[in-house]
Each structure stands twice: as C-alpha cells, then as structure tokens.
C-alpha cells in the first residue's frame, strides 16, 4: 500500500495523536485531584492511557495492513466497526461505570468545548475536494461543519466560562449541531464509498480515500472521539 506521508497527511496524524494525548493528560490531572487509593489512581491512568493512545496506534497499525481499505475487490465492514465500536464503549461506560461518571463530572464544560477546535481540521476535505480527490456531496457538508464547529469553539467555551445568560443554550446548540455534522459526515463517507457497479449513489470519486492512510484516522479515530466529547459536554450541560 502506498501511504501518503506529505506534510498535509503527517500534520493531520499528529494532530490526531495529540488531541488523544491532550485527552489522557486531563483524565490523569482529574485523577491524581480525586479522592482515590493511589493504586487505583494508578490504574486508571494506565487503562485510560492505553484506552486512547492504545486506540490510536490500534487503528494506524489496522490501516498499515489496509484492513480498512474499501475496494471492487473487498469491501471491507472495519470503518463503520472502527466508528461504532469506541462510541458503544464510550457511551456504556458513561452510563455504567461510577467512576468514570465521576471523571466526566470533573470535566470542565469550558474544556470539553475548547478541546473541538481541532475540527477546524475538517478543511482539508474542501481541499481535497477542489482537488477531484472526495466527492462534493461529502466533502462540501463535512468540511464546512467541521470548520464552523472548530472555529466557534473558542467563542461557545468563552463565553460559558463568563456564565452568560445564554452560554447554557448556546453551548447545547452548538453540540447537537457538532453531533449532526459527525453523524451526516459518517454516513454519507459510508454511503458514497462503495465502487462501480454496486454504488449506492453515483459519484466519481468515491470516499475510497477515507479508507486509507492517513485519512481513516478520521472515520475510525478523530470521528467517534468528537462524537463522545459532544455526548459528556451534553451529558453536564443536561444533568
């Protein structure tokens, strides 16, 4: 497989990576503030390091051996499974686990919003569009949500961190919109991927490259993650 290692595609891994580590350093920071045994604190650390870090390499290491790749010859299930999987996980532990309800509930709201600038990253898939890489019907709606979620981030957290008198419905606002994008943005990926003849909807290209390295790090990584990061803001701002 021919892995695309421009500055574009190294930048997008990186960022990738760095928003799972950002992630864990908070979730150690909130720990070690916690009133827990410190084997236990240590435990945390090191399954909710391997939880996200582990997660990340998990799918780089799947995408080196193409078993996301969706072609004629094999269509492959393992980006819907790469999506559904960590939200399922994610979610059940919110409703499930205690202690983890109590990590999310030390989360601050302000952060949890700020943290999805990174979706300013959807950009790229206007590029790759203007370039003939991604079908507009895909590339169009996900890329420009993606920009307006990454860009009001700053403002929605701001202005809840000064408790305006609208900050609460605002930020709410903003994370079903940012839900809406990722879910429109999943799905069209999935329906617009499958080649000549069993296309769903005819487009030339397909998403076939959100398949293949670097950009299924987006479908099987930064996608659920920003999902569940709009779930637990929703899951403070609603409790």
Do not use: C
Not at 21 to 48: E, G, N, Y
Not at 158 to 163: A, D, E, M, S, V
Not at 186 to 192: D, K, P, Q, S, V
């Amino acid at each position: 497989m021919a892995i695309d290692f421009s500055p574009l595609s190294f930048l997008s891994m990186s960022l990738t990576l760095l928003i799972a580590v950002l992630f864990w350093i908070r979730i150690h920071k909130i720990v070690q503030a916690m009133d827990f045994a410190p084997q236990k604190k240590l435990r945390i650390t090191i399954i909710s390091g391997l939880a996200l870090v582990g997660w990340f390499f998990l799918v780089l290491g799947l995408a080196l051996i193409d078993i996301f790749h969706v072609t004629p010859e094999f269509l492959s299930p393992f980006v819907p499974l790469g999506f559904f999987i960590p939200v399922f996980v994610g979610y059940r532990l919110m409703k499930t686990s205690v202690t983890f309800q109590k990590i999310l509930d030390n989360l601050s709201q302000e952060w949890l919003i700020l943290i999805q600038t990174y979706r300013f990253g959807g950009i790229v898939f206007l590029f790759l569009f203007a370039q003939g890489l991604l079908p507009g019907l895909f590339a169009i709606p996900s890329g420009v949500g993606d920009v307006i979620v990454g860009l009001s981030a700053p403002a929605v957290a701001f202005f809840y961190w000064k408790r305006k008198s609208f900050s609460k419905k605002l930020a709410i606002a903003w994370n079903v919109f940012g839900i809406v994008d990722l879910v429109i943005a999943i799905a069209t990926g999935i329906i617009l991927v499958f080649p000549v003849p069993i296309q769903l909807v005819a487009v030339t290209p397909t998403t076939e490259i959100m398949t293949q390295l670097p950009l299924v790090l987006v479908p099987a990584f930064a996608v659920p993650l920003g999902l569940l990061l709009h779930v637990f803001s929703l899951r403070l701002l609603l409790k």
